[in-house]
């Protein structure tokens, strides 16, 4: 049973920067791709960056620039740095990976931005 875990989320001012984690039980390396996603209220939920096996990495063209996602090889963990917050960046970040044609997700963790 694949386990996700994220951490990091907060409040934080317009402006301000967070640094999301998502922790996974086993290798990061053994799925095919990895990803953090939002969902605002009344939203649905929307991809934010996406890194595939091979490196290739892309991101959701609201964050581009300002979100940079990135794997922790030490700590066995995919991170995402949020800089330049913006109130329209609140939302419940997920992180989710995909591995053998089956994805799993996260819990989500609660990032709030004040404006």
């Known amino acids: 049973q694949v386990q996700l875990v994220e951490a990091g989320g907060g409040l934080v001012q317009a402006g301000g920067s967070l640094r999301l984690s998502c922790a996974a039980s086993?290798?990061?390396?053994?799925?095919?791709?990895m990803s953090w996603h939002r969902q605002a209220p009344g939203k649905q939920r929307e991809q934010v960056a996406i890194?595939?096996?091979?490196?290739?990495?892309n991101y959701a063209d609201s964050v581009k620039g300002r979100f940079t996602i990135s794997r922790d090889v030490g700590k066995n963990t995919l991170n995402l740095q949020m800089n330049s917050l913006k109130a329209e960046d609140t939302a419940v970040y997920y992180c989710?990976?995909?591995?053998?044609?089956?994805?799993?997700w996260g819990q989500g963790t609660q990032v709030t931005v004040s404006s």
């Open positions: 989710a990976a995909n591995r053998d044609g089956l994805g799993y």
């Open positions: 890194f595939i096996r091979g490196g290739s990495i």
């Open positions: 086993g290798s990061i390396f053994s799925f095919n791709q």
